[in-house]
């Protein structure tokens, strides 16, 4: 059905009106507009559904199916709400004191393939997005925290083949790395305040390509240095000698795009 001649038949449909032609129990049900509607939302890009959704919202606390938790010094990942400029939020809190390590990484693997995605694939995009906020980013370890995508569950910013964002001079970074060379952006951003990223992995007209958002706007494109492996879904934390901090994550989510989506 062409696309003028569908949309004639939604406008009649909803006008309770048949100006052009005998109304169709076929085409003009109710049922077969759903249908039509349903069809125009996956034209316009509106699928697919979420493929993980972490909202936190799990009164038994973290879900271990989902996540590994480590943090072999005094504090523990918890669930529960948060504090600070995230008090309204449900999220995932690890107190650090100084010199701390803390992890939370997912348990299941995503395609991470910008370079070799095209028509003859199903899958053809990964998206993540995450909130997040920290106390103290100046007491962050800034070889080591990353917060991203990384093939290894044990991988951390000091790793290569990685996609996500880090430090640099306690500056938020846009890192991509293949095989430890590096293509990195600066960004401004005050994490001390609750914040929104997002990774989106993509080929676009057959070039690899990582678009980095930060509050719902692109601060970084990046088609150099893309590594084209499963990876885990990774928040890794460290303080340094000068003292602790408290990261929260709130929401995650992480999703495919497949070849169904132009």
């Known amino acids: 059905m062409a696309f003028i001649d569908l949309l004639g038949r939604l406008l009649d449909r909803i006008m309770n009106q048949d100006n052009t032609h005998t109304f169709?129990?076929?085409?003009?049900s109710l049922e077969a507009?759903?249908?039509?509607?349903?069809?125009?939302?996956?034209?316009?890009?509106?699928?697919?559904?979420m493929d993980l959704y972490?909202?936190?919202q799990d009164e038994l606390g973290i879900d271990f199916?989902?996540?590994?938790?480590?943090?072999?010094?005094?504090g523990v990942w918890v669930r529960g709400a948060g504090a600070g400029v995230a008090a309204p939020f449900l999220v995932a809190t690890a107190p650090l004191l100084l010199n701390e390590t803390s992890q939370l990484v997912g348990n299941q693997r995503w395609q991470i393939a910008p370079d070799t995605w095209e028509t003859n694939?199903?899958?053809?995009?990964?998206?993540?997005?995450?909130?997040?906020?920290?106390?103290?980013?100046?007491?962050?370890?800034?070889?080591?925290?990353?917060w991203g995508f990384t093939p290894?569950?044990?991988?951390?910013?000091?790793?290569?083949?990685?996609?996500?964002?880090?430090?640099?001079t306690d500056v938020l970074q846009a890192v991509t790395d293949l095989a430890a060379a590096e293509t990195e952006t600066p960004i401004v951003a005050d994490l001390a305040t609750y914040n929104k990223f997002r990774i989106e992995i993509l080929a676009v007209a057959g070039v690899g390509t990582v678009l980095f958002y930060h509050n719902e706007i692109l601060v970084a494109t990046?088609?150099?240095?893309?590594?084209?492996?499963?990876?885990?879904p990774?928040?890794?934390?460290?303080?340094?000698?000068?003292?602790?901090?408290v990261p929260q994550i709130g929401v995650v989510r992480i999703w495919h795009h497949d070849a169904i989506i132009p």
Do not use: K
């Not at 169709?24 to 003009?28: E, G, L, N």
């Not at 199916?65 to 005094?74: E, F, I, K, R, S």
């Not at 290894?152 to 640099?168: E, S, V, Y």
């Not at 990774?234 to 901090?245: C, L, P, V």
């Open 24 to 28: 169709s129990r076929t085409t003009d």
């Open 33 to 49: 507009i759903s249908n039509a509607i349903w069809w125009l939302i996956v034209s316009g890009g509106g699928r697919p559904d």
């Open 54 to 56: 972490e909202g936190w």
């Open 65 to 74: 199916t989902l996540w590994t938790v480590v943090h072999p010094a005094v």
């Open 121 to 146: 694939t199903i899958i053809r995009r990964t998206v993540l997005e995450f909130e997040f906020t920290t106390t103290l980013v100046a007491n962050l370890d800034n070889g080591v925290c990353f």
């Open 152 to 168: 290894d569950q044990a991988d951390d910013r000091g790793d290569p083949n990685i996609i996500g964002f880090g430090l640099d």
């Open 222 to 232: 990046h088609i150099t240095n893309l590594p084209d492996l499963p990876m885990y």
């Open 234 to 245: 990774n928040f890794q934390f460290d303080t340094e000698g000068t003292g602790g901090a």
